[in-house]
T-cell receptor, first 115, second 116 residues
Framework: NAGVTQTPKFQVLKTGQSMTLQCAQDMNHEYMSWYRQDPGMGLRLIHYSVGAGITDQGEVPNGYNVSRSTTEDFPLRLLSAAPSQTSVYFC??????????????FGEGSWLTVV | AQKVTQAQTEISVVEKEDVTLDCVYETRDTTYYLFWYKQPPSGELVFLIRRNSFDEQNEISGRYSWNFQKSTSSFNFTITASQVVDSAVYFCALSGLTGGGNKLTFGTGTQLKVEL
């Protein structure tokens, strides 16, 4: 059981480049989300999805796009990378909403540096 | 708004010492959940425990124990007889309906260093 799988694990981008962080889960979870982790700030929610075809913004959505065409996959797109997007990105999934108390499972993280 | 405060940025202990990581939260919800996650040097987030707001029983799991006190809005985590493998960043997190119910609100984390 792979759980939540993120790729790539490490990436260096130049300012203005675009890229997609991939996330896949094999637990048939409806809820998926992307968080970013910055020093001294904990993790903050970027975007989330409550099921295939449904996405919404979190706390820090600017500069990121998401889509959810299947239950399994939830890619995060950076259309024009900026140094402020240098961070560690975590994909997460759960059976239902965080407020229901279900355990939220996290991927191993993707370290992104924008130069 | 929801808020989680982990006032201890970094704690250093010697192996076999007991250590308590503090977590204080704020929420207007009457039903909410509290979590602890461990982030070892390898970077992944490891789920440790979940506690709902109606269950104030303390919990013990091996060397780990958690003390939930609604009266002080705290959910503290104690490691007994710490080991070098406990060295990690520990995050306390909160979920509830405030903010849409679809996210965890994290504290800023406590870096625990256990030395020989």
């Amino acid at each position: 059981n792979a759980g939540v799988t993120q790729t790539p694990k490490f990436q260096v981008l130049k300012t203005g480049q675009s890229m997609t962080l991939q996330c896949a889960q094999d637990m048939n979870h409806e809820y998926m989300s992307w968080y970013r982790q910055d020093p001294g700030m904990g993790l903050r929610l970027i975007h989330y999805s409550v099921g295939a075809g449904i996405t919404d913004q979190g706390e820090v959505p600017n500069g990121y796009n998401v889509s959810r065409s299947t239950t399994e996959d939830f890619p995060l797109r950076l259309l024009s990378a900026a140094p402020s997007q240098t961070s560690v990105y975590f994909c997460a999934s759960s059976y239902s909403a965080a407020a229901s108390g279900n355990t939220i499972y996290f991927g191993e993280g993707s370290w992104l540096t924008v130069v | 708004a929801q808020k989680v405060t982990q006032a201890q940025t970094e704690i250093s202990v010697v192996e076999k010492e007991d250590v308590t990581l503090d977590c204080v939260y704020e929420t207007r919800d009457t039903t909410y959940y509290l979590f602890w996650y461990k982030q070892p040097p390898s970077g992944e987030l490891v789920f440790l425990i979940r506690r709902n707001s109606f269950d104030e029983q303390n919990e013990i799991s091996g060397r780990y124990s958690w003390n939930f006190q609604k009266s002080t809005s705290s959910f503290n985590f104690t490691i007994t007889a710490s080991q070098v493998v406990d060295s990690a960043v520990y995050f306390c997190a909160l979920s509830g309906l405030t903010g849409g119910g679809n996210k965890l609100t994290f504290g800023t984390g406590t870096q625990l260093k256990v030395e020989l």
